[in-house]
């Protein structure tokens, strides 16, 4: 049996835990070949692969990033582009897939399946988003680090009797802010499930100012006023004419200097969120998930993609994993609300 | 509505968040006041309180340790105990009890229930051996600070082709040192629960120094060799006539430099695990927990653990919580001896 | 003996334990008593005091921000400031003061000192860019924060094939540019000493590019390109007419783009890096100033500041140490240029 | 020209950080060719090599250990060993030699340089005590290991109203445990260099003992008490006869306990302190000493150590470098004796 390997989309603390686990598992329970592709579905797309044996995943479980590689190439935008995987794997010999990645990857996997690949998925994604998992590897990496930046900023905002916004990743759902707004004990956290009011997020930071601690408010980059509130102003975007990073922790920061006459900065974590070396959780995680995906392709259990539920891995249909996202509920969000203000 | 709040048993990072949650929600949500009892069951016992209000626990969140300090004093062993702990109560107009702490804190805290002190428990273990709960605050932490360690040693010991013994906390249950183990690619893991082979592990240590890494062997202070295989010294008592912490590390140190001819040394993690900031998941839980506690004694449901159960705080009847103890299954072992060698 | 003591300037980790060294050494050693003053020279102006005692520095030395708070009051500025200032000591029986700040707080003491305040300084920047010093305590911790956050950008960028643009602390002066840069292996350094050349830049982001490792930039925020080359955009400056932090930065990435062809990001480390723990480097150093600055107080050596020369703490005159800025002298950055590309 | 390059004696951060800085700067200024000989002076010795070249370098700055692997090997204890060298490196066209590397390996460098053998050193001590240099790479990011160990055993030990003794790393000096008490805010720090009194130190616990806080005690393994007061257990060795680590701060523990009544617990950090990735300090020291090092080459000043003086990197007399041990001075000592208690 050979089987075949590929990471797909933004970078992710523990891939490469999940790519030594399907190797050294593969190879030592089941005796399996492995090739590692190149650079997401590009790899398979045009036969791009590297060699995958114990000796390449030697010393990489504590590395982030991905020995394989990553893009955003999308097989479906691409005429032909199932075909050609097709024939690649039949030329290579690849007898089976797992492919590790979020919503798109695991949905070209999906429509693969649908097309007689056979496929097994590993649900990835820094923003804790992907249904029929209580948590994917990456997101408590994001949260520690996120935790650790508010934790700094603290001292310096009760200084400087300053508020501060820490923008956060998160464009669909707010789990990052969440988590790190909770574990850091921000004094308001926003998120794009639920559209602020800014007339009460000013109520919050003037009623901190009050105290000796200062404010610190947790924004995720999707979170956005409620309609009409506060003018997003359209200078934001970069000169490719995408809405710049950064740009609704800066707005909230001059919102409430005008508001309230206090200062207010904003930081944006950015990409650290994202890369370098995976918490002890996102590693076990990680491993788990990469030896049950290697055992599913074993069961021959294809289509599916590995998931935690409580503290056990199971497999659910790829299909149901990437119909929906998963977004904050509302009594999750209020949970975290007792301790605003 | 008068709360009286106490920490019991070891030091645990998240107790602060806990307590702090209990107060903060109390106060907003439910109007309550708090009394602090000081050094777990002790402070009832002797009506030994402070005060605990919102400035109290302010800024506490990410502190190790606990404000309202700790001890090990077990009522049960006290004649009169129940009796005075109720009078105290009764005495300072408390009517409900928030019972943080581990196996003994919760048993103590049942029988009082039992004897019609109104009480709600929060589990705590840096051992995360309770059952019915998916995992204990303070666990998450140990298990980042011993991989942290380990993955600083795994360097150490290829540099000097050397064999290095990690001896993490663990005295019935193995949680430790598997997910510490798993985390930060130990070749070997020992843990109570398993009885282990002296020549197999030996054997792994061998195998291990063919390749151009050096082995690491994660062992549970509480592990142990197969009966007879392995003279546990008697020299290993301290002075008071208690086993020394480090005694399996050491022995097994000496007995792999015996029988392989390489040096090994072992490190004690020691009391390093238990304290300073909690991980974010920590915080994040400890302060769940901590809110549905008080819910919980809102709602009147007494003689109940909060718990975690996959992403949801639960409430379990104490009688279960404290019944038996939760030790690694069979299978996550097998699923971590995957790695070993 | 009472002496005043005064936090000015930005946010710095160390200057907590700065506070403890004097008060601990002042009242053990030659039993004198403290006031503090708060907000910088705000609160010598407007007597402004906090209590400073033993238990008020109990546990402040691992603690990030001030205890005594600071403010960018500028006394030179206000008319009659140094007289208000003068009258305020004398009525509180303050006889002699500790100043610990930057360039524009020692300035101000030097003044005060010509007009026969009995004063010491204590530097503090975060820069690194005080004359007479060989470091300032705050810079340590700064650089290993860049330095983390580089490390973890690394994994990022070879993932994913991009170049990623870290933009640090310093306006006029290179130094956490230069340390973290080399410290994490930056492909290019910028800092403000040596305006750039962007084709140059470029030409190392290429080269790097050809390795399998991906090209990161450390840029300093007072970075700029050599005359003309680089249009820096106006839309650059927030609603308050500043100019925004993260400018150089993001328009580098945009450049890079657009010459290479390839991603570029850009990350923005902000105040992170002047918040909370200090390293141990810096409350070491931290600790020795503050003890020796209170020594000076004894040995009554006012309109000195105390600053490291090697490994000791000596005393130099106010008015050398505040004349001109510490900037990275050309064999340091051709030091660090070795590595580029 | 031919570089050879070699490491010797204990692990310590920073060792692959000049590795990395011969090598690069070698190959790009100077168009040297290097040969990496394995495991300390066993590898010239037995003719042993590795390639070292701009890619077996690449991506070592930040990991600790030693990618040529180190031993004790001790050149001068071996009949005919020095000229077995002198053999080894004619054979393979080596022309020069940088030796990094602890007293010993400086030792012998020297022994090597008085026999003609154009050699290089390169100072490594994770203890600090080499003289003629201001500090030794290694120690920095040992100081942080522990400072973060003794920050996290603070909670522990005043939520349990316990003493912790912290043995660190130091047999001959006592500098570790000088920086990683005063930055941690230990309460009594025994070095080497001066013998305790056992009385003196249950004073300051029973004192600190009055306040909420507890006491830690930070030991070097070498500090021992002034002469017959504490019998130091002739059961302390090991199966091999040596002395074990961790005897002196658990005999500590014992006589608190004692003394005392009072709980008291022991810490040994051990090797977690020399391994893993180096903190910004190191990286940054270690690249500049690698670097002038191979520059020293260049200028053909053989017999010389690269050293740090201040914050310039110079080159002294391998002989003066090895003479005398660097011990932590008095003044040094009093320095941080204000803060016990």
């Known amino acids: 049996m050979r089987v075949g390997v590929l990471t797909g989309g933004g970078d992710c603390p523990g891939l490469n835990a999940v790519i030594r686990a399907v190797v050294r598992k593969g190879i030592k329970d089941y005796g399996y070949e492995f090739v590692g592709f190149r650079d997401g579905w590009r790899g398979p797309l045009e036969g791009d692969t590297m060699p995958l ?92 680090i996120a935790t650790e930046a508010i934790d700094r900023l603290h001292t310096t905002a009760e200084s400087h009797h300053r508020a501060l916004i820490v923008e956060v990743m998160g464009r ?10 909770m574990a850091a004990g921000a004094n308001v956290i926003l998120i794009p499930e639920r559209p602020f009011d800014i007339g009460e997020v000013v109520a919050h930071v003037e009623s901190r100012f009050k105290t000796n601690y200062a404010p610190i408010i947790v924004v995720a980059e999707g979170a956005h006023p409620k309609d009409g509130q506060m003018e997003l102003s359209t200078g934001e975007k970069d000169s490719f004419g995408h809405v710049r990073l950064g740009g609704i922790g800066q707005r909230l920061a001059e919102e409430i200097e005008s508001r309230t006459g206090k200062e207010a900065r904003s930081v944006v974590l950015g990409h650290v969120q994202r890369g370098g070396t995976p918490s002890a959780f996102d590693r076990v995680l990680a491993t788990r998930l990469g030896s049950n995906a290697i055992a599913a392709v074993n069961d021959k259990e294809f289509g599916k993609m590995v ?10 249909d790829l299909a149901e994993a990437t119909e929906t996202l998963k977004t904050v509920p509302t009594e999750r969000y209020e949970e975290a609300e007792v301790f605003f203000g």
Do not use: C
């Open 53 to 144: 044996d114990i000796s390449a995943v030697r010393g990489i479980l504590p590395r982030g990033g991905t020995i394989l590689g990553s893009s955003r190439t999308n097989l479906m935008k691409i005429d032909g582009g199932v075909e050609r995987v097709k024939d690649n794997l039949a030329g290579l010999g690849v007898d089976a897939l797992v492919a590790i990645g979020g919503e798109d990857t695991l949905g070209v996997a999906r429509q693969l399946f649908d097309r007689d690949v056979k496929v097994v998925g590993v649900p990835k994604t820094i923003d804790n988003d992907l249904n029929a998992t209580d948590y994917t590897f990456g997101f408590d990496t994001a949260v520690n």
């Open 172 to 181: 669909h759902a707010g789990w990052i802010a969440l988590h790190s707004g």
């Open 307 to 316: 998931a935690l539920q409580g503290t056990e891995i199971v497999r659910v």
